[in-house]
């Protein structure tokens, strides 16, 4: 059974960091393509970041620079460092793993970035 559980959602001020966490089970992790989503209300969910098996890595514009995405693979767990939170970046965020053709999902968890 595919499990994706994501954790470290939360509440945080403008200007500061939370760290994602997404510990996957019954899935290749080592080989599966790692991603993080996010979805704001009112708006299509959107990619945020990307991390190959090989350790290559992809943001979108708007997180570069801010956000990292790395992975473990003893642990087969993906992370998703956020620094200098913005108001925009409040969403709900996913764990998304993808092998071949076949794709997982994780449950969200909120951030809220505000004042």
């Known amino acids: 059974q595919v499990q994706l559980v994501v954790s470290g959602g939360g509440l945080v001020p403008p200007g500061g960091s939370l760290r994602l966490s997404c510990a996957t089970s019954g899935i290749r992790f080592s080989i599966a393509v790692m991603a993080w989503y996010r979805q704001a209300p009112g708006k299509q969910r959107e990619l945020v970041a990307l991390i190959k098996f090989g350790g290559s890595t992809n943001y979108a514009d708007s997180v570069k620079g801010r956000f990292a995405i790395s992975r473990d693979n003893a642990k087969n767990t993906v992370y998703l460092q956020m620094n200098s939170l913005e108001p925009e970046d409040t969403a709900v965020y996913y764990c998304?793993?993808?092998?071949?053709?076949?794709?997982?999902w994780g449950q969200g968890t909120a951030v809220i970035v505000s004042s």
């Open positions: 998304n793993a993808r092998l071949g053709e076949s794709q997982y």
